[in-house]
């Protein structure tokens, strides 16, 4: 199936005027470690820009000062080690956890993993180094709830899946792991696919400006707070990709290809969101 503007829109839901941000979703974004705090601070403005009525990042504490400043709108909370997780400690109730991005392989941090995967129940988006971890530990995949997301670039995804040789092969294992485990597989690329069990969905938009550090980050923001806002998680990644790749198609032209970074689809997501919905004529 072809993700289009027309899917979109089967799928997009209008924000009630009543509404306020207690009931706009709660999303967690998890991860970060030293010298890659950047992860955590795009994810959790692309989880806020997207709609999410409340975003809390957790993270070590190096980057404390780093996300109350560049992100003011999201809350934090640390680990008590400096430089990397240690322990996942959470509290509060949220409607969906971002994990992954930025947060590194240190021993201490693979078994933070482990435990927090073995007790939540919480909808789950798995970026980055969460995939990279998994990988090396594909027993893991059993603890994880029904429709998690995994958006691996190729690279992950070999991990994951081991080398394929052709795309047909790769399709194939894809769709295994994604029966095996029931998880919602957003293979990014040009194009950017979803697989989910038989399903196979080929993203529209998006150009090279995409090619660019923290893309992935920011893709993975966006998703976690789609599913914050009750989407479906099938329908939060097909909306997810597709308002990822407008960003670029509304930007690039403007901007080149060469000066889009990734805070530029966060600072375009409102106009995506209005061209995909026909506000903006």
Not at 127 to 152: C, Q, R, V, Y
Not at 193 to 213: M, P, S
Request: charged share 20%; hydrophobic share 40%.
């Amino acid at each position: 199936m072809i993700i289009n503007r027309e899917e979109f829109r089967k799928r997009y839901r209008p924000i009630d005027k009543f509404t306020h941000k207690g009931i706009q979703g709660h999303a967690l974004i998890i991860g970060g470690s030293y010298g890659k705090m950047g992860s955590v601070v795009l994810a959790s403005k692309a989880c806020l820009k997207t709609g999410c009525g409340l975003v809390t990042a957790f993270i070590p504490k190096c980057g404390y000062e780093i996300l109350q400043i560049s992100n003011p709108e999201v809350m934090v909370g640390t680990d008590d080690f400096m430089e990397h997780l240690t322990a996942i400690n959470i509290e509060t109730e949220f409607q969906a956890i971002g994990i992954g991005m930025g947060m590194g392989q240190d021993s201490d941090t693979q078994h933070a993993f482990y435990y927090f995967l073995k007790n939540n129940k919480t909808p789950l988006i798995i970026d980055a180094d969460g995939l990279n971890i998994l990988s090396k530990n594909l027993e893991w995949l059993e603890l994880l709830p029904k429709h998690t997301i995994l958006t691996p670039h190729p690279k992950e995804l070999e991990r994951l899946i081991g080398k394929w040789d052709s795309d047909e092969d790769k399709r194939y294992r894809v769709a295994q792991l994604s029966h095996k485990y029931d998880l919602i597989i957003v293979v990014k690329g040009a194009p950017t696919v979803i697989f989910f069990q038989d399903e196979i969905y080929e993203n529209t938009t998006g150009n090279q400006a995409l090619a660019t550090a923290g893309s992935g980050d920011v893709l993975s923001g966006i998703i976690t707070s789609l599913v914050a806002q009750s989407y479906k998680p099938l329908d939060a990644a097909i909306l997810g990709v597709y308002l990822h790749g407008l960003t670029a198609d509304i930007a690039a032209p403007k901007m080149s290809y060469q000066a889009f970074i990734a805070s530029d689809i966060i600072e375009n997501i409102g106009i995506a969101y209005l061209e995909s919905t026909s506000l903006l004529q």
